[in-house]
């Protein structure tokens, strides 16, 4: 950073407003995250009231729901992810357009959830597709995915344009391609996508 | 040609192009310097629905609904021509008269045949 906050502070009360690059390019991208317009469960209802009047996710520029995935940032897995259903969430989410965000909503997106046990139930998306903010709750309330959707916009508010830890859209070794499952014989395969998640190790 | 009425409007519309091409121009080179394009076979797939496209786009439909066209082109298509004709009706000359009845003459050909085929009934 080339100028110091305090600084910006005192130049800002003086009339003076000076930016960088980096500051501007991830406000602009963080007022305009625009989700895929897609429910999975009943955590949809609650993101279907969040984007409503009351809630008014207009607020944050983000109630946008675009209903395709070349036009969307970030995609909200709203609810049971089940395994018929969890190869299209991650061909969609390949079909994004780079920068994009992923939101885990409720308890079943994170880890199946109430349906954990269920022999048709995805036990949390991460394990295909990496999951930048994980809201809990069954379902978690609207404010719970403003919540959601702050933290994501001070996530993408502290990422740096240059540097080893930059996002992966301006990576050009990044890996970008996350397989899409099939659909086996007993589960999906492969059950899980080591680039984005590690089988942790039961001890007994 | 400052002194042309239009000069005004000339520059105005250099500005108006700028304002709009600038930004795009902006953008794609943003992209083309940051961003490295990374595309696959999924990415670049045509639909977008989750789903993979099977077979060809190319498929063939029954000839027999062509009797779905002619009654399509007796209430539909007739209607569109007819009413600018009526409107028209009084400045009109003999030829135009004329044409407009071997028109809604071949389309109550149409009409007959499908009478005769029997889809008109509701069975």
């Known amino acids: ?204 | 040609m400052v002194s042309n009425p239009y000069f005004s409007l000339a520059v105005l519309f250099v500005a108006a192009l700028g304002f709009g091409l600038a930004p795009l121009g902006m953008a794609w080179l943003w992209a083309r310097i940051y961003s490295p394009k990374k595309p696959n076979t999924v990415k670049n797939a045509i639909y977008e629905c989750g789903l993979e496209s099977k077979g060809d786009a190319w498929v063939q439909f029954r000839s027999a609904y062509y009797l779905y066209a002619i009654i399509f082109l007796i209430f539909d298509v007739e209607a569109v021509f007819l009413l600018p004709f009526a409107v028209a009706f009084t400045g009109l000359g003999v030829a135009a008269c004329v044409s407009m009845l071997v028109f809604v003459l071949m389309l109550v050909e149409g009409l007959a045949w499908a009478w005769a085929k029997g889809i008109l009934t509701w069975a």
Not at chain 1, 57 to 82: H, K, N
Not at chain 1, 155 to 160: C, F, G, P, R, T
Not at chain 1, 166 to 191: I, K
Request: aromatic letters at 8%; a neutral charge.
């Open chain 1, 1 to 204: 950073m080339a100028v110091d906050n305090e600084l910006k502070i005192e130049l800002g009360k003086q009339g003076v407003f000076v930016t960088t690059i980096q500051e501007l390019y991830n406000w602009g991208r963080r007022s305009s995250v625009w989700p895929m317009q897609f429910g999975l469960a009943c955590c949809a209802i609650e993101m279907i009231a969040t984007t409503m009047a009351r809630y008014d996710l207009a607020r944050f520029g983000a109630e946008i729901f675009r209903p395709s995935p070349r036009q969307a940032d970030l995609m909200i897995i709203s609810g049971t992810v089940t395994k018929k259903m969890a190869p299209q969430v991650v061909r969609l989410y390949n079909q994004m357009g780079e920068p994009k965000y992923v939101i885990a909503m409720g308890a079943c997106a994170i880890s199946g959830g109430p349906f954990k046990q269920g022999y048709n139930v995805l036990k949390g998306i991460d394990r295909y597709i990496p999951v930048d903010v994980h809201i809990p709750g069954c379902p978690p309330r609207p404010e719970a995915l403003i919540q959601a959707f702050m933290t994501l916009q001070k996530k993408i508010d502290e990422q740096s344009l240059t540097g080893a830890d930059r996002p992966r859209h301006l990576d050009a070794e990044a890996q970008c391609e996350f397989p899409v499952p099939e659909p086996g014989e007993h589960d999906l395969e492969p059950t899980s996508n080591p680039g984005v998640w590690t089988v942790p190790v039961v001890i007994r």
